[in-house]
């Protein structure tokens, strides 16, 4: 009888399991089909409403999202969140937020794709990305728990047109340490943790 009850105890933890798993994939999905919406609001020029409230990705939603790091990056909230963690992980929240503002700011600008993978992944058929962590030849999994939750939490903020743009437009960057031959060509907007943001001159931001 006793083995009974342990049966039964461990048949409920897995149907608990289950549940738990299926819950977690629909917030996944929902957070997928939102943010697809989303950024083409946000592509579009000139598009500034704030989104509806059935639009908005919620914090549970986005978190189900890609949840350890490892998910192939083809979606809006894996893109993004991959790029904010890999560019600025060690750069505080306000480091994080910035790099999310340019790929924002990118995002149906004049010469750059229409959706956040697009942008992230922009030049490497060229051989000249744009983000350096998405073709320096290592793993693009994410490592630390903590920093990659943050980095999701900021970029459903991004998508839901939550955050304040820290950069003043900027589309562009460099660490503080990089002296790159464009950046003399740009106007430097600010300078935000260990980066340093510019925008073309006369760019206005969107």
Same mark, same amino acid.
């Given at each position: 009888?006793?083995?009974?009850?342990?049966?039964?105890y461990i048949a409920?933890?897995l149907?608990?399991?289950?549940?738990i798993?299926?819950?977690?994939?629909?917030?996944?999905?929902?957070?997928?089909?939102?943010?697809e919406?989303?950024?083409?609001?946000?592509?579009?020029?000139?598009?500034n409403?704030?989104?509806?409230t059935?639009e908005?990705?919620?914090k549970? $939603? %986005?978190?189900?999202?890609?949840?350890v &790091?490892k @998910?192939p990056l083809?979606?809006? !909230?894996?893109?993004?969140?991959r790029t904010?963690?890999? $560019? %600025?992980?060690?750069?505080?929240?306000? &480091?994080? @937020?910035?790099i999310a503002?340019? !790929?924002?700011?990118?995002?149906?600008h004049?010469?750059?794709?229409?959706?956040?993978?697009?942008?992230?992944?922009?030049?490497?058929?060229?051989?000249?990305?744009?983000?350096?962590?998405?073709?320096?030849?290592r793993l693009?999994?994410?490592?630390?728990?903590e920093?990659?939750?943050?980095?999701?939490?900021?970029?459903r903020?991004?998508?839901?047109?939550?955050?304040?743009?820290?950069?003043?437009?900027?589309?562009?960057?460099?660490r503080?340490?990089?002296?790159?031959?464009w950046?003399?060509?740009?106007?430097?907007?600010?300078?935000?943790?260990?980066h340093d943001?510019y925008?073309?001159?006369?760019?206005?931001?969107k």
């Amino acid at each position: 009888m006793h083995l009974k009850y342990i049966a039964t105890y461990i048949a409920i933890l897995l149907l608990l399991d289950q549940a738990i798993a299926a819950d977690e994939t629909r917030e996944a999905e929902t957070a997928e089909s939102k943010a697809e919406v989303l950024e083409q609001k946000a592509a579009a020029e000139g598009s500034n409403k704030p989104p509806s409230t059935t639009e908005i990705i919620t914090k549970p $939603e %986005a978190q189900a999202v890609d949840p350890v &790091g490892k @998910e192939p990056l083809d979606d809006a !909230v894996t893109c993004l969140s991959r790029t904010i963690y890999w $560019e %600025a992980r060690g750069d505080g929240n306000a &480091g994080m @937020e910035a790099i999310a503002n340019v !790929v924002m700011n990118r995002l149906g600008h004049d010469g750059f794709p229409n959706t956040i993978c697009g942008v992230v992944q922009q030049g490497r058929e060229q051989g000249a990305c744009q983000f350096s962590w998405w073709c320096d030849g290592r793993l693009d999994d994410a490592e630390e728990n903590e920093p990659y939750a943050t980095a999701k939490e900021i970029a459903r903020k991004a998508l839901n047109q939550q955050l304040t743009d820290r950069t003043s437009g900027a589309l562009y960057y460099h660490r503080h340490n990089a002296s790159p031959s464009w950046s003399g060509e740009y106007i430097k907007t600010v300078n935000v943790g260990k980066h340093d943001f510019y925008k073309p001159p006369g760019d206005a931001a969107k």
